[in-house]
């Protein structure tokens, strides 16, 4: 669209004036911007005198840029000393996850946008409201699960990317406990479940292996070439715990009460779950799972509202858990 422009004329006023500026004024404008918005940030509380004099413009353009920053959409106000400008409280750019360049590109195009008529510019705007809105003004809310931050601290943690990107296979020294073991493994993924990092990684083919980032000691590239599974990415959209695998050949059912059937009928809680309403209100859950251990703390969660468990191996383990709980905590 911007190269469409380029045989267009504009009166060389304003905004029209900034789309024609050469590409070295516009570097300087971005630079000014840049500034602006950085200071902004950092030193809250901005002057056009200053501005002017660093920069060696008039303070007629230094206000040109801040009526376009205040014009697209960033919350500036007006301190009681003229020329004085800040964010309204509480904003910062981090809210809104920008880079001051960003920012400021995004200034720019809405002088742009306004050039191109009001369509343009109502589309503008439209997007621009939803990039700068604050967590706090979404009508929505997601819980996500607190844990370990993926930290640059891992010294590894580029040679695993390469690998996995690259396909390349992978030497690990791994601690789990007081043993330490290597493993030559294909790195398919870095996932994170229930608050921790894993690699996931094939140490044959259909051998999946889960290894905690926090785990592993030293990582060494291989010359060594593996092909990423087709299948990698149905294998974790089913996945809802990391105790996944690769084969799901254990078909579980059991019955929930009225008062949980409420619940399952939206929510999922069971890999490739299954539910099927009853005439009663109870409802029968299906999964498929390739160990138990994948679904029995949703079941111990659930576990007043179930009955009917199939098959008995399973249900005899849940009782196992229980029994042991019990006696654990028994005066």
Not at 269 to 298: C, H, M, N, W
Request: proline share 3%; charged share 30%.
């Amino acid at each position: 669209m911007i190269a469409g422009l380029a045989g267009k004329k504009f009166k060389k006023s304003g905004p029209a004036k900034d789309l024609a500026l050469s590409r070295r004024d516009f570097d300087k404008k971005i630079r000014r911007i840049v500034t602006i918005l950085n200071k902004l940030e950092t030193k809250k509380v901005i002057r056009t005198s200053d501005l002017a004099a660093e920069f060696n413009v008039s303070l007629r353009t230094i206000q040109r840029d801040i009526n376009l920053i205040d014009t697209t959409g960033f919350p500036l106000k007006q301190e009681t000393e003229r020329g004085c400008y800040s964010f309204m409280d509480n904003f910062s750019l981090k809210q809104i996850m920008l880079s001051r360049e960003e920012a400021s590109l995004l200034s720019f195009l809405h002088g742009i946008s306004k050039v191109l008529g009001k369509k343009f510019d109502d589309s503008f705007n439209s997007i621009f409201k939803r990039v700068i809105s604050s967590e706090s003004s979404s009508p929505f809310y997601v819980k996500l699960p607190e844990g370990e931050r993926l930290s640059e601290n891992y010294s590894f943690l580029e040679s695993l990317k390469s690998a996995i990107n690259e396909e390349k296979k992978v030497r690990i020294e791994y601690s789990s406990g007081k043993e330490t073991k290597e493993y030559e493994v294909s790195p398919v993924k870095l996932a994170f479940y229930e608050g921790l990092w894993y690699l996931l990684a094939y140490v044959k083919a259909g051998e999946l292996m889960k290894f905690r980032l926090d785990f592993i000691n030293k990582v060494t590239l291989l010359d060594e070439y593996f092909e990423m599974p087709r299948n990698l990415k149905t294998i974790l959209d089913e996945s809802v715990n990391i105790w996944f695998t690769e084969k799901r050949d254990k078909k579980v059912t059991f019955r929930v009460d009225e008062e949980a059937a409420k619940y399952f009928k939206y929510g999922k809680y069971f890999p490739l779950q299954k539910v099927r309403l009853e005439k009663d209100s109870t409802a029968i859950i299906e999964t498929k799972v390739g160990i138990y251990e994948e679904i029995i703390p949703a079941m111990l969660s659930w576990i007043s509202h179930i009955s009917e468990i199939e098959p008995v191996e399973l249900k005899e383990k849940v009782v196992g858990i229980l029994k042991s709980a019990i006696n654990g905590i028994s005066p």
